[in-house]
Each structure stands twice: as C-alpha cells, then as structure tokens.
C-alpha cells in the first residue's frame, strides 16, 4: 500500500475564493430557485443567458485549455469550485459535461480547432456516452459504415445543449459529430435541470479525432472527480438552506432547531458535509497534480454521492410538508443528488474501483 | 521576525553546541528548551521564540533528520496538549518559569483532575470543593478517569470554591502537587482486563495560593482554555494513509484470503473508504490551522474517529472467525498509553467503546457542534442561574 509523497493541498487559495465570489454573484443575480423551477417546465431546460455569462462573460468555459488552445490554463481546482457554485444553484447550464467532460477528451486528442471552439464557450460540447458510465467501465459504440456513423446511443447528458458530439466508433475512434447531423430525441429525466436524450445517427458524418479509449477514460474520470464537488455544492446548500429554516420555524412554541433530535441529525450532517469538502478538494488537487489521481477520484465519488442524497433527504424531511412542494427548490437538489449518485460511475463502481487500487480484493469465487 | 532560515540557524547551532552523539537526553533536551526550539510558539525564555506555530515543522525536520533525541509527546500529552497552553495562558511569570520546562522534557508528567463520578458530561455539577485556609486552599473530594496519575507529578484540578453561586461561576483552577499526602490513586480495572485510569481521592489536600491557575471563581473560563486544546489536539493529529485502526484489518485481509467473504468485503471497503476520508479531513483541518485559520472540523473529527474505530474494530472480531473467539491478555496491566496496534482485535474492539465516552461524549460532542458550528438554539437550561448547592444531586 503506497503512501501518498506530498499530502493534497486541500485548502482555497485567495484566487479560488475570489472566483468563487464572482461565480456566486452572477449566479444569485441570474439563476434565483424560482427562474430554475419555471425553466425545467420550458422547452429548453438549460440557460443559454447564463451560459455565455459564465462562459464567454467570465472566460469559464476554458478553464481547462491551454492558452495556446485558447483558454485560461487553470487547473482542476478552480473548476472545482465552479461546480462547488454551480451545484449549490443547481444550475441548468452545461458545465460539467462541455467544459470538463467534452473539454478533457479533446485535450487527450489535442483537437486545436475544437478546443478552441470550446473555449469561447460558443461551442458547446457532449460526450456521446451514458451519463452512468464509470472511468475505466465499457461503454457503447456507434458503427463506421461506409465513412459514415450509425447507431443508437443512450442517456446523453447535455445532447441537446450541444453543437457538437463527440461520439466513440467501433473502430476505437473518437468522432466530432455535428449535432444537427443527428437525431436527438430527449428522455424525460428525474433530474430536469441536466437534459439527458437519445442520439440517434444515421449515416452522421464525422471527423475523427483519435483513439477514443484513452480520451473517453481520460474524460470520465475527470467527470467523476469533479462532480464531486457539484456534490459538494448540492449537499452545502441543503444542510445551510435547512439549518437557516430550522432557526427559523416555530412548532409547539419553540423553533424547531432547538429540539435535540433534529439537532444531532444536522451535526451529523455537517460533518460529513466537512468530509465531502476535504475528499473533493483532494480529488480536484489529484486530478491537478496527477499524483495518486486514480484511487483519490475514486475515494471521493464513492463518498460523495450517499452524502449529497442524504443532505438532500434531510433536507425535505427537516423542511416537513414544504419540502415536498413543487414551489420550494428542495426538490431540485434532491433530483439532481440522485442522478448526481449514478452519473460517472455508482457509488458501488467507484467502491470496487478502490478495491482494486488499494489492494482489497474480493474474495475468490465459492 | 523569525523565519525558517533564522529557526534553521538555530538548530544548527544547537546542534553544534550539544552534540547528540556526546550529550545525554535529558541534557539535549533541557538545551533545546532554552534555545527557544522546544515549542517555537511560546514567548522567549519559555521555550520558544515568539515564531509562527507552523514553523515548528522547520525545527523537528532538521533534528529528526540527524536523529536527535525528543520527547514523547505521547507520553506527556496530557501536559503538552493541557496543561501547557494553560499555565501560558493564565499562569504567573512564576508558574511559568517553575512548569513549562520541566513538563516540555518529560521530567515531570502531568494528569488531568477534572471528571467526577457525579459530573462527567455536565462537568460544571463537580463538588470537589476547595475552601481557604491563610495561604493555603484545602481540597476534599474524588476525581475518576485520570489517566497518568499513578505517573504524575503535577495535576490540573478544577474544585469547587463557592457553593453558592451557579455552578459555571464558583470553580477555580488549581495546579496541584501529586505528591501531597492527602492524595490518594487507585487504579480503575476497565473492560479490557487494564487500569489505564485511575480514582483518585483528595483528602485534605493543601495547594497553596501560588498554585491557582486564574481568578478565584473564574476556573470555568480557565478549564475552557484547556478543552479547547484538547479537542485542538486530537484533530490535529496527521496521519499516513492506513495509519489508523484500518491498517490493521487491512494487512489481514491482504495476508490472509481464507478470511474473506463478500459481505465482509463490501463492509471492509466502504469502512476504508471513511478512514481515508477522514484523515483527509483531518488534513485539511491541519492545514487550516498551519495557515491560521482555524477550521471549526475538529470538533467533528473525534465524533468521525469515534465512529470509524468502532465500527472497524467491529468487523475486525468479524474477520478473525475462529481467533475473534479469543483475547489476547487478562492481566491486570497499567499501561503508559493507548496501545491500538501492540494489542489483539479484541482489544481494539473493547478499548474503543471509550473513544466516544472519553474527553466528552459523541451525543455531548453532536450537540457542541449544532449550537457553537451551526448555531442551532441551546439546550433548556434549568441550572443556569440556580446557586450550586441548590441544585439536585
């Protein structure tokens, strides 16, 4: 068992809280509960406004790219605390799955013109692969036929925000799709503020990027890593949103966060809400470093999805019958801790991934 | 301002001065604590330098790295962790110059006399008492659960000097001297067949003025001090991946694969999976604190470590089969520490019963946490304002 050289750096520095500062304004100023609930029931269930300000107004979407590539040249850290705000909004835009997930398999293939594209922000990229598909886990393929693509893949989170797919072939490659060349059919999702649809291609045409098996595990892996953090930021909100309104609601003449029982569920929450702070900080440090990368991604998405259902639970039980209205957002936190909880991966997979990488193995069969 | 430049001159200094090759231990360290390398934090004289606390790091780097001779902050962490912020805080210039070296090297070990058989959690309801007599304070009462006072010298006792005020408001801080005959220790045999504890009776025992920690009636406020760093101290603790109670089952479960179940193994990961968590925590919280803002996570890491050994332990029993029928030793022992790993599974599985009693219960611990972090309403209280000898006992 290999102790880590050099612990994470699991603090935020002065420029990860400014940025997250700026993130929080814009976001409390342009993505209210309200406006998100009202969105999910429209037909287009992400915010395009809210995504050129993110993206092309504070440079966010290229976090991740190079600056030859034309991007910031950030690190997973500050991406990190983006997501920490987004999912602290639950905001319907296509963050995690264009600037990361997209972003990450074309860095494997060093895609200049799409990176570029990308890092605008004015081109907004999916990777055609199930929202549940852990690093490392198979994953469906179209069909080259005739320099053409076919076939069906499912549960593609973000397809219908995107301009360009970024499909795995059964030829091992990846292909830059564009998405007008498909069929999007979308899915209703339990989750409403990440769209998930049908691609269906029919003799698409597409440009092959690379070998799609490195970008693809390079992809999702960063993906699980980082949603951790989107975690992070649901879980952050349902414990603070909770504790505020117990200080607040009276019942048999007492606020209800006075009573013991609801007290010691709250602390309770807190510290695992402290925990998933310190294991998503080291997965976005790992992810930075590239030190120990695989087992600390590992160690914080399985901690990370039961701790966000749970805070999101506690949430609308603590929140009593309001928190089982439509009108209040508790359930918009729920929805997407759940989906959050098999997206990249189960908790489960993520376990039997660090099985694997900590030397536990499971017993020999019989 | 002194830097990690400055601190590394110094030790080499030091070194060059008191050679550890030619310099006894107790020598060495007596040096050290007048170099003002012993615990750079504190003032000059006392120890330190005045530095910044995470530049100790600087000082033990270079002496571990020539293998010079330490302390055992393990063995005097009472004194270390308690004791000592303290007496800097609230002591004389006396009880400064006449406590903190000799606890620093080891020389002198202290314990703790805080807890009584009727106020363990609801430490405020103690009714040691402690009446003056000239110079002197007179002590009559039973203290439990003092761990190191079979080996200490010194004490820190809290007693109760005014009856008649609410019980937060009349309790005064004393150092008391172990050696006083009217000290009496007696060894406490615990569920694991040890007496790591002890009850310990104070019958007419004289601690003079000189040895009052604080104010008459403000030893409330004073005991805070040390608590706080108690909980300081057990979050600040760093350790290496699997340097808790997992290491343990782990290395079983590697060397051993006829152990092995499915059931066992989906407990077993999920379990390895929180311990790491949690040190990462802990980390974090040491970072937090080495760059000067104090998280508030270390009132949460005693309740995670609390859980954590328990349920690891647990499953260790679990995973032994047959052996988890067995235990290692009886014997009435009187062990210096808590010795997690020289000791059989079912000894870490009975001894960490006490992590979440121990230096305030997990259900006392939850409660600090949702009205000092989250700021949760307080708990009613009835005694507040009532006179301590009105109170029902």
């Not at chain 1, 406006?35 to 504070?58: F, H, N």
Request: charged fraction near 25%.
């Amino acid at each position: 068992m290999s102790t880590p050289n050099a612990e994470p750096d699991l603090l935020y520095s002065e420029e990860e809280e400014a940025l997250r500062a700026a993130v929080r304004d814009l976001l409390t100023d342009h993505c209210g509960p309200a406006a998100v609930i009202a969105r999910t029931e429209s037909d287009t269930p992400y915010d395009p406004a809210l995504w050129k300000q993110l993206a092309e107004g504070m440079g966010l979407a290229g976090l991740l790219i190079p600056e030859v590539r034309g991007g910031q040249g950030a690190s997973h850290r500050e991406v990190a605390v983006v997501l920490e705000e987004l999912g602290r909004a639950v905001a319907p835009v296509p963050y995690l799955t264009s600037a990361v997930v997209a972003t990450e398999a074309l860095l494997a293939c060093d895609d200049a013109e799409l990176l570029e594209r990308l890092a605008s922000g004015r081109t907004v990229g999916a990777l055609a692969v199930s929202l549940t598909t852990a690093p490392g886990a198979p994953f469906a393929t179209a069909r080259v036929e005739g320099g053409s693509l076919h076939g069906e893949l499912t549960s593609v989170a973000d397809a219908v925000a995107a301009d360009v797919l970024l499909v795995p072939a059964d030829d091992d490659n990846l292909y830059a799709v564009a998405a007008d060349a498909v069929t999007r059919t979308p899915r209703i999702p339990l989750d409403l503020t990440r769209p998930l649809a049908t691609v269906t291609l029919d003799g698409a045409p597409g440009r092959s990027l690379g070998p799609a098996e490195p970008a693809v595990r390079r992809a999702l892996r960063a993906g699980a890593g980082l949603l951790a953090s989107e975690q992070l930021g649901v879980a952050d909100w349902a414990l603070t949103e909770t504790v505020r309104y117990l200080k607040e609601r009276k019942q048999f003449n007492r606020p209800v966060g006075g009573f013991q029982a609801l007290k010691h569920r709250l602390a309770q929450l807190w510290l695992e809400v402290v925990s998933l702070r310190a294991a998503a900080r080291a997965a976005a440090d790992a992810l930075t470093t590239g030190h120990d990368t695989g087992l600390t991604v590992a160690v914080a998405q399985s901690y990370a999805s039961p701790v966000a259902v749970h805070a999101t639970e506690e949430a609308l039980q603590l929140h009593g019958g309001l928190g089982m209205t439509w009108e209040h957002p508790v359930h918009l936190y729920l929805k997407r801790a759940k989906a959050d909880s098999l997206a990249y991966g189960s908790a489960g997979a993520h376990r039997e991934a660090v099985a694997g990488l900590a030397d536990l193995p499971i017993p020999a069969s019989g | 301002m002194t830097d990690a430049a400055e601190l590394r001159r110094r030790t080499q200094e030091l070194l060059a001065a008191h050679p550890p090759a030619t310099t006894d231990r107790l020598g060495f360290l007596r040096a050290r604590f007048d170099a003002g390398l012993a615990w750079v934090h504190y003032p000059e004289g006392l120890g330190g330098l005045g530095a910044p606390r995470s530049l100790q790091a600087v000082v033990d780097e270079e002496l571990a790295a020539v293998g010079a001779p330490d302390n055992d902050p393990r063995r005097i962490g009472i004194g270390l962790g308690m004791a000592a912020p303290t007496v800097l805080r609230y002591g004389t210039d006396e009880q400064k110059a006449r406590f903190l070296r000799p606890l620093w090297t080891g020389e002198e070990v202290w314990c703790q006399l805080f807890s009584e058989p009727g106020a363990g959690s609801d430490l405020a309801a103690l009714g040691t008492r402690a009446v003056r007599e000239g110079e002197d304070w007179v002590i009559d009462g039973q203290k439990v659960w003092t761990s190191s006072a079979h080996l200490a010298r010194w004490a820190i006792l809290i007693a109760r000097t005014d009856p008649d005020a609410p019980k937060h408001a009349g309790i005064t801080y004393f150092v008391c001297d172990m050696t006083d005959p009217g000290v009496e220790v007696r060894p406490l045999r615990q569920i694991t067949g040890e007496a790591e504890f002890n009850e310990v009776f104070l019958t007419g025992v004289r601690i003079p003025d000189s040895h009052r920690l604080g104010e008459v009636g403000d030893g409330w406020r004073v005991a805070q001090t040390t608590l706080m760093n108690e909980r300081v101290s057990i979050g600040g603790m760093r350790l290496p991946r699997e340097g808790g109670m997992i290491g343990p089952v782990a290395k079983t479960w590697r060397e051993r694969p006829a152990l092995r179940t499915h059931e066992l193994h989906q407990r077993l990961v999920k379990l390895w999976i929180e311990a790491e968590v949690s040190r990462l925590t802990a980390e974090r919280l040491r970072q937090q604190l080495n760059a000067g803002q104090p998280g508030y996570e270390g009132s949460g890491m005693k309740l995670a470590f609390a859980r954590l050994n328990q349920e690891i332990s647990g499953l260790e029993v679990e995973l032994r089969g047959e052996e988890g029928l067995l235990y290692d030793d009886w014997t009435m022992r009187r062990p210096e520490l808590v010795d997690f790993t020289g000791r059989d599974a079912g000894y870490r599985y009975l001894r960490s019963k006490g992590n979440s009693i121990e230096g305030g219960t997990s259900e006392v611990l939850l409660n600090i946490v949702a009205e000092r972090v989250l700021g949760l309403p307080a708990e009613p209280r009835t005694d507040k304002d009532v006179p301590w000898k009105d109170l029902a006992r």
